[in-house]
């Protein structure tokens, strides 16, 4: 079934549009009015997601809500963004979204949203406020961490395999990126 949709090519678009988007398996997200669409995740992005989400929420402190993407965190009318791990104060959701920056962001990178993670959504999310924002290579192993300080993005850690990934904000934990997974069994 092919679904097609007229998109302004006037202005830059808004999060009305972005409603009426198709419901087709696709992920559609907002950068500052220009979409971007991103097809189904890899089988070693979603391992490192679901090993991620369990070790998380061994840890996460009862105010806070974790959820999975597709959730629209809707950081103004022009850019509403789906991390693919977003965590925030439950007194800060709506039933339909979270309408302001998460306390934390976390992308599971793969080749086809590597430079949108690194480049666009951190620049994103950095102005939008949100304290913490990660970034997951599960093909490397590797997990960098950022936080907020003085408005700007600094590297709080940079780990890759079995080294130890250690961080006390916005809650504590650690474990090792080779925690999240390894490579797919063969075919």
Known sequence: ?????TLPRSRPLTRADLEAMPDDGHRYELIDGVLIVTPAPSWPHQRALARLHLILSR????????????????????SVLQPDLLVAPIAD??????????????EILSPSTRRIDLVL???????????????VD?????????A???????VVADVAGGERFAVAEPFTVAFSPDDLGGMPPAS
Do not use: N, Q
């Not at 339909?96 to 962001?105: F, I």
């Not at 599960?138 to 950022?146: F, G, V």
């Open 148 to 154: 907020l300080v003085d408005g700007a993005y600094a």
């Open 93 to 106: 959701f709506t039933r339909r979204d979270l309408p302001t920056a998460p306390l934390l962001a976390i």
């Open 1 to 5: 079934m092919t679904v097609m949709t």
């Open 121 to 135: 959504k951190r620049s994103r999310y950095e102005s939008a406020g949100c304290a913490h924002y990660w970034v």
């Open 59 to 78: 840890v996460l402190p009862r105010h806070l809500e974790m959820l999975f993407a597709p959730f629209d965190v809707a950081l103004d009318d022009r």
């Open 138 to 146: 599960p093909d490397e192993p590797r997990i960098t961490a950022w």
